[in-house]
């Protein structure tokens, strides 16, 4: 098969003569390329806990039988769609996975966020997705804008602002209030646990009520998805244009990262930060690192000393010249 539109770590694959030797050459695109990126989101436990290794080797079955079928499937040019960046495709497969695995395994959970989805339709709430994939909860004022922060619920203790307002009789005023608290959008699975964790049975009852069960799941908004997608690329291309030990730091302390997914590919990143795709995918799980620690592996990968200091001193540097290339009060922080 013509290979020129192939991802090179799989031409040996792709130009192997059938049989012994193509097995061969597919046990080391998995042994070297695939199973170090699948290994590395996995130990991150950002879907298991340790208690889960029986799910974990569940769902790491299927990805290697997926993507081998995909690779087979590449080989025999079978219509299926090249694959340009061979670290990329497998992070992506990989999560995808451990998302099913998750609705699967909480069906509970996956109805209550499909509900609050239909709450957050109603005025003055809004729902919108990024150009990332990531659905962002708010008010409806903040739609269409590029936030300039992403706030984090997580295990924060409902607001005593919040006590004299019921959630289960009145959940659109209690949303409301705690946007207004919280002064910025939330991801929509941030709202969906922290709702649980806070109000537990009452947040299901409330949005599973007979008044919103009709409302229409809310769509993306062409426009707003527009304007967020030409300010990151343009926020990337500033980024890329940094002297590279402030791009170096900035990006492996940037505090969301998943904002250059879809934006950039792995290795495209990882050129920019002048390092290899196989070690940046290693690396990406953990994102973003302290201080400490990327003085530590910029000593380690680029033999460059600096102090937890100079570190902080380059970051700073590339934010103030971020600000300047990037007039907008909605830029990335």
């Not at 769609?81 to 061979?86: G, K, N, V």
């Not at 997914?261 to 973003?288: F, N, Y």
């Amino acid at each position: 098969m013509a290979t020129d539109s192939v991802d090179s770590l799989l031409v040996p694959f792709c130009e192997a003569p059938d049989g012994p030797e193509a097995e061969r050459a597919l046990s080391e695109v998995l042994e070297r390329e695939v199973e170090p990126v699948v290994a590395s989101i996995l130990r991150s436990r950002r879907y298991f806990r340790p208690a889960d290794d029986l799910h974990l080797e569940d769902v790491r079955s299927q990805i290697r039988v997926r993507i081998i079928d995909r690779l087979w499937s590449l080989r025999s040019r079978t219509g299926t769609e090249a694959i340009r960046d061979l670290h990329s495709y497998v992070a992506s497969t990989t999560f995808h996975a451990c998302d099913q695995h998750i609705r699967e395994r909480k069906p509970d959970r996956h109805h209550f966020r499909d509900r609050l989805r239909r709450l957050m339709g109603r005025e003055p709430l809004a729902l919108w997705k990024l150009p990332d994939g990531r659905w962002l909860a708010g008010l409806a004022v903040w739609r269409g804008e590029a936030p300039a922060r992403v706030a984090v619920l997580g295990d924060t203790p409902r607001p005593a602002a919040l006590d004299a307002i019921d959630f289960e009789r009145r959940p659109v005023e209690f949303l409301t209030r705690l946007f207004d608290l919280v002064g910025s959008p939330v991801e929509l699975d941030d709202v969906v646990n922290w709702l649980t964790r806070v109000e537990g049975l009452a947040a299901r009852r409330a949005v599973d009520s007979e008044e919103i069960k009709d409302l229409p799941a809310p769509h993306p908004d062409p426009e707003a998805q527009a304007v967020a997608r030409s300010f990151l690329e343009k926020f990337w291309q500033e980024v890329c244009q940094l002297p590279l030990a402030q791009r170096r730091v900035y990006v492996l302390t940037f505090e969301e990262p998943h904002l250059l997914i879809g934006l950039t590919t792995l290795r495209q990143t990882a050129e920019a930060l002048d390092m290899h795709s196989l070690e940046l995918s290693r690396l990406w799980p953990l994102l973003p690192l302290d201080d400490r620690a990327v003085a530590e592996m910029i000593e380690r990968s680029w033999q460059q000393s600096l102090t937890r200091q100079q570190v902080i001193n380059l970051r700073q540097a590339a934010r103030q010249r971020l600000a300047r290339r990037l007039p907008l009060a909605e830029r990335p922080s």
